[in-house]
């Protein structure tokens, strides 16, 4: 027996969307090519999921499997005629007086008439959607990176600069072929974006945490602080405290339609690592005007 495209993706008919999307994205990364080099048979799973996925992750698709199984993906295929091809058979089952049965060569001859000779207008391929998993940076600045498709063809995707996680892509001509000459549809990829470690993204902000010392704090000191194009050097101002936030403008994600957005650096002022002399503590303490316990929020529990 075939196996059903709900058992590829190892859930129930009844799955919902979001269990459908789950199944195959956890799937998908296993048996991906780039995890699985030169295995072929992680690729040929690959190829299954995505072509499981191509039908049961379009809502109309996924009605027509539900009602016709695997016919519903032949090239001519029409639902109607689908249907009036079913009906046919059933009043010819039951026909009074029905003189003889209808041959094999007639029956199929009857099938291709509904569902390919009276099909003659072209008609365009349906699209294809896959997710593309990125690097923060190459998001942020844009880049090209490679996708396999289904069908094992390698495809390079262009990434605008500033797409953000979930942002989507769209690729003329990937899609499925089209039928009786009509073009093909397009390649339609969901940017799954990847944490960076350094920067955080906040619509088209970025915010780092930048360490300083107990020492360029009291006294200020011009700093190096991490953009996404590389270091710059700014000034901390004397006195300044930790959580102290800083503005280095249009230093965040631009995007061609959109204003530049800004980097945020919050200070973070950092304690020697070694043992200090307790005459350098003694003489740090007595800086202080207000003691630092009675500025700081009461704990609760």
């Given at each position: 027996?075939?196996?059903?495209?709900?058992?590829?993706?190892?859930?129930?008919?009844?799955?919902?969307?979001?269990?459908l999307k789950k199944a195959y994205r956890t799937l998908a990364r296993k048996h991906h090519p780039d995890v699985n080099p030169g295995d072929a048979g992680a690729e040929e799973r690959f190829k299954t999921l995505s072509s499981a996925w191509d039908v049961l992750g379009d809502p109309e698709k996924r009605k027509l499997y539900d009602e016709f199984g695997a016919d519903a993906s032949r090239a001519g295929f029409d639902p109607e005629?689908?249907?009036?091809?079913?009906?046919?058979?059933?009043?010819?089952?039951?026909?009074?007086?029905?003189?003889?049965?209808?041959?094999?060569?007639?029956?199929?001859?009857?099938?291709?008439?509904?569902?390919?000779?009276?099909?003659?207008?072209?008609?365009?391929?349906?699209?294809?959607?896959?997710?593309?998993?990125?690097?923060?940076?190459?998001?942020?600045?844009?880049?090209?990176?490679?996708?396999?498709?289904?069908?094992?063809?390698?495809?390079?995707?262009?990434?605008?600069?500033?797409?953000?996680?979930?942002?989507?892509?769209?690729?003329?001509?990937?899609?499925?072929?089209?039928?009786?000459?009509?073009?093909?549809?397009?390649?339609?990829?969901?940017?799954?974006?990847?944490?960076?470690?350094?920067?955080?993204?906040?619509?088209?902000?970025?915010?780092?945490?930048?360490?300083?010392?107990?020492?360029?704090?009291?006294?200020?000191?011009?700093?190096?602080?991490?953009?996404?194009?590389?270091?710059?050097?700014?000034?901390?101002?004397?006195?300044?405290?930790?959580?102290?936030?800083?503005?280095?403008?249009?230093?965040?994600?631009?995007?061609?339609?959109?204003?530049?957005?800004?980097?945020?650096?919050?200070?973070?002022?950092?304690?020697?690592?070694?043992?200090?002399?307790?005459?350098?503590?003694?003489?740090?303490?007595?800086?202080?005007?207000?003691?630092?316990?009675?500025?700081?929020?009461?704990?609760?529990?």
């Amino acid at each position: 027996m075939e196996e059903s495209l709900y058992d590829v993706l190892g859930v129930a008919k009844t799955a919902t969307e979001k269990e459908l999307k789950k199944a195959y994205r956890t799937l998908a990364r296993k048996h991906h090519p780039d995890v699985n080099p030169g295995d072929a048979g992680a690729e040929e799973r690959f190829k299954t999921l995505s072509s499981a996925w191509d039908v049961l992750g379009d809502p109309e698709k996924r009605k027509l499997y539900d009602e016709f199984g695997a016919d519903a993906s032949r090239a001519g295929f029409d639902p109607e005629q689908a249907r009036a091809h079913t009906r046919w058979q059933e009043q010819s089952r039951w026909r009074p007086g029905q003189q003889r049965a209808r041959s094999a060569d007639e029956n199929e001859q009857m099938y291709e008439s509904l569902f390919g000779r009276r099909n003659r207008a072209p008609r365009r391929g349906r699209d294809i959607q896959a997710d593309l998993v990125t690097d923060f940076r190459t998001a942020a600045l844009g880049g090209v990176r490679s996708l396999l498709l289904g069908s094992g063809e390698p495809v390079d995707v262009r990434i605008p600069p500033g797409v953000a996680d979930g942002g989507s892509i769209r690729i003329h001509g990937k899609g499925q072929p089209g039928q009786l000459g009509g073009p093909p549809g397009d390649l339609l990829i969901t940017l799954r974006v990847e944490a960076d470690p350094q920067f955080r993204r906040d619509g088209l902000d970025l915010h780092v945490d930048l360490p300083v010392t107990i020492v360029e704090a009291i006294r200020g000191a011009k700093v190096e602080v991490p953009t996404l194009e590389g270091r710059i050097v700014m000034t901390v101002s004397p006195h300044a405290q930790s959580g102290q936030v800083l503005r280095i403008r249009d230093r965040g994600i631009h995007r061609k339609d959109k204003a530049p957005g800004h980097l945020y650096a919050h200070l973070v002022v950092v304690a020697p690592d070694g043992d200090v002399d307790d005459d350098v503590l003694e003489k740090l303490a007595a800086a202080y005007t207000t003691p630092v316990r009675d500025s700081a929020p009461e704990a609760t529990s």
